[in-house]
């Protein structure tokens, strides 16, 4: 069984940065493909950064491009997502989620293990 548990959330100024972490056990991490999700009060559950077992195929939201940065160290069974120039409208509850598989998804279905989530409040 696949246990996730994110860490790094907190409150931060619009344009400051945060760094989020997600440590997987209970499985083989490097077989895993992760992804980060939000989900703010009253809205769907929508997609961030994925990427792949390997790494090296990634996918951002439109809206975080150039701004958010996935990375995975495999050594460490760790995921990261790099968070700058943060927006108010980008408070929400971050979600790490994972599948065994070689390629990511983008739609939070087809995750089959989830962390608890960490909140990031954004104030103006």
């Known amino acids: 069984q696949v246990q996730l548990v994110e860490s790094g959330g907190g409150l931060v100024q619009a344009g400051g940065s945060l760094r989020l972490s997600c440590a997987s056990s209970?499985?083989?991490?490097?077989?895993?493909?992760m992804a980060w999700f939000r989900q703010a009060p009253g809205k769907e559950r929508e997609i961030v950064a994925a990427i792949n077992k390997s790494g090296d195929e990634i996918f951002y939201a439109d809206s975080v491009k150039g701004r958010f940065t996935i990375s995975r160290d495999n050594a460490k069974n760790t995921v990261y997502l790099q968070m700058n120039s943060l927006k108010p409208e980008e408070t929400a509850v971050y979600y790490c989620?994972?599948?065994?598989?070689?390629?990511?998804?983008?739609?939070?279905?087809?995750?089959?293990?989830w962390g608890q989530g960490t909140q990031v409040t954004v104030s103006a």
């Open positions: 989620a994972a599948r065994r598989s070689n390629s990511y998804y983008i739609t939070p279905w087809e995750y089959d293990y």
């Open positions: 209970g499985g083989t991490f490097s077989s895993t493909a």
